[in-house]
């Protein structure tokens, strides 16, 4: 599946700057011309392709620096990235395609390797018989094992196994283990874990989601199934261990693998609560900081294991289980995780807002019980829920990238002549001094007693909110603090509200614009007529980024400055 490009009528970027050798394959050739009567294709390569078609433009400019990527595509195209697929077979282009959030196919010709950075990898990796399949049918997609979940058969999705040249080497000894590449996961601040059906089964296997962790486990016997009708010398499959005294949330993967193969959860053990690596930077000090000699095994082992994982991100703790097979008699260890995780560069993804019902509640992704194919729920106010197909959401969601989208909310400024008819309120160091009530937000605990909040912790006074309510000014409260500490503060102190948006109300928090957004329709108010106030960054950030105006806790004296600054915008014929 392309992540980006989601129109049915999409232009196609070829970038043959990679090795030579493409142009003396006349069939190759060919197949661009024939597709060049169904799309509009475009060519960037040091070997220029002799056409007369109408619909092949030369795209020079690419070719002498990528930072004209953008130059090519908005103005002499006259596209986007929900528009354009970009196919190329030169490896150091294809992480700055991903980068830049274009969808984008890595394309094997002559001499190409396939030695991709796995934290960026493209949404797609063709030979050229996959590229003349696609010629033949361009609703075909050509797409990782894993990333197969939830989706049926109609939607003409092929995979295949690929193993990569890079190994994993384990620190300080010669052994080595192979590599294979399922699929990619997103973490929950990448703009692509909404709508991507492995990233947000991963995340329920993990929690204990709905079916998810069933459908997860199929996923996993499907893989496995997969690769080992491609290798035979296989003799045992191994899960990396979970943490002392917990049960493998591998458990149950056994069910739905078809091969008759021993499947063993606790061979390997975790010996102690290590550190986690996400607190180290860098494989090597992940290593030794965190799983080296953490790792236990129970019995000796022989043979070529395959060691499964869900999620590969640094590879520290592969890396150990590893080598504890490879010292317990292993002859070879194969890595196979479900997914790896993409790396995030926050500032180059464009900021998409999940999708709300016309309630103010975001549809997430679910999975049939009966096939578990792939569609969105969202809860309605009244009870029960919507239903929507994938692709129906999944576009609404697509709607807000690219460089043309008319949907992407603009920032509002502060001042008269814009419409106010709502503020939404950051909480903590906003309205009230809370650092000596962190124990309370940590453990989500409710607050009782008035006396641990003073005079002088007090920020922005209740009787503001009650002028702003005189002003028929709603009020809303967006916090990354749980609900029952949020309730509580506020209730004690004596805020009144219209809508409270806590952590866990949205997938995401902020600075995404989600929970904002959700506020707002909550309030029934448009975007662009609230003004957000917080004393942090990403409060301002999530204000922006949702559309509206902005005002930092520090851009006003006192509240007395604040509500002269803000009858002036409701009122600006009021003396002051």
């Known amino acids: 599946m392309f992540t980006y490009c989601y129109q049915s009528d999409f232009t196609i970027l070829f970038d043959l700057s990679g090795p030579a050798g493409w142009q003396n394959n006349q069939q190759f050739i060919e197949k661009i011309k024939q597709l060049s009567k169904m799309k509009t294709i475009a060519v960037a390569s040091d070997n220029i392709i002799e056409v007369t078609e109408s619909n092949i433009h030369l795209c020079n400019s690419l070719k002498d620096s990528l930072e004209n990527l953008g130059l090519v595509v908005y103005e002499d195209l006259e596209t986007d990235e929900t528009a354009i697929l970009i196919v190329s077979n030169n490896l150091e282009h294809i992480k700055y395609y991903v980068e830049k959030g274009f ?88 703009n692509r874990n909404y709508n991507h059906p492995l990233s947000r089964a991963i995340i329920g296997l993990k929690n204990n989601f709905f079916n998810h962790a069933d459908v997860t486990k199929d996923r996993f016997g499907k893989v496995i199934d997969l690769y080992l009708r491609q290798d035979s010398t296989v003799s045992r499959i191994v899960f990396v261990p979970p943490r002392p005294n917990k049960e493998s949330r591998f458990k149950g993967v056994e069910d739905f693998v078809e091969a008759n193969i021993n499947i063993e959860f606790n061979l390997l053990y975790s010996k102690n609560d290590y550190p986690s690596p996400k607190d180290y930077v860098g494989f090597e000090a992940k290593y030794y900081n965190c799983v080296y000699g953490n790792i236990g095994c129970n019995g000796e082992v022989s043979g ?156 922005l006074h209740p009787n503001l909110f009650y002028e702003l309510k005189k002003w028929n000014i709603k009020i809303g409260i967006v916090t990354r603090s749980p609900r029952k500490y949020a309730e509580s503060l506020l209730s004690i102190m004596g805020y009144p509200y219209d809508c409270l948006i806590a952590s866990k109300d949205t997938l995401r928090s902020k600075p995404a614009p989600d929970p904002m957004i959700k506020c707002a329709k909550k309030l029934k108010v448009e975007e662009n007529n609230i003004l957000c106030i917080g004393d942090q960054i990403t409060d301002i950030q999530a204000g922006k980024n949702a559309g509206m105006m902005t005002l930092h806790i520090n851009d006003f004296r006192d509240q007395n400055d604040l509500l002269d600054r803000i009858l002036s915008i409701k009122d600006p014929y009021l003396p002051f």
């Not at 196919?105 to 003349?132: G, R, S």
């Open 304 to 459: 070529h294991v395959l060691l499964v994982d869900d999620v590969f991100t640094s590879g520290a703790t592969t890396a150990e289980c590893a080598r504890v097979l490879y010292e317990t008699g292993a002859s070879k260890v194969t890595v196979l995780p479900l997914a790896f995780t993409q790396n995030l560069n926050y500032n180059e993804q464009s900021v998409l807002p999940v999708v709300f019902n016309e309630d103010g509640n975001e549809y997430n992704i679910g999975f049939r019980r009966s096939d578990y194919e792939v569609y969105w729920w969202s809860r309605k106010d009244g009870g029960g829920f919507e239903y929507e197909d994938f692709d129906v959401v999944n576009e609404s969601y697509l709607a807000y990238h690219g460089f043309w989208s008319t949907k992407k909310p603009d920032a509002q400024e502060f001042n008269a002549g814009i419409g106010l008819d709502a503020i939404i309120f950051d909480l903590d160091n906003t309205l009230v001094h809370t650092d000596h009530l962190e124990h309370y937000r940590r453990g989500n605990l409710a607050i009782n007693d008035r006396n641990l909040i003073e005079e002088k912790h007090i920020i």
């Open 103 to 190: 969808s984008a196919v890595y394309l094997l010709t002559e001499n190409c390797k396939l030695d991709l950075d796995l934290a960026f990898m493209p949404d797609e990796i063709w030979d050229y018989q996959h590229f003349y399949n696609f010629v033949d049918n361009p609703n075909l997609r050509m797409t990782y094992p894993a990333e197969l979940i939830g989706f049926p058969n109609s939607y003409n999705l092929r995979t295949k196994v690929i193993r990569f040249p890079e190994k994993l080497t384990i620190p300080d000894t010669n052994y080595t283990s192979d590599i294979i590449f399922t699929g990619r996961y997103f973490t929950l601040h990448d």
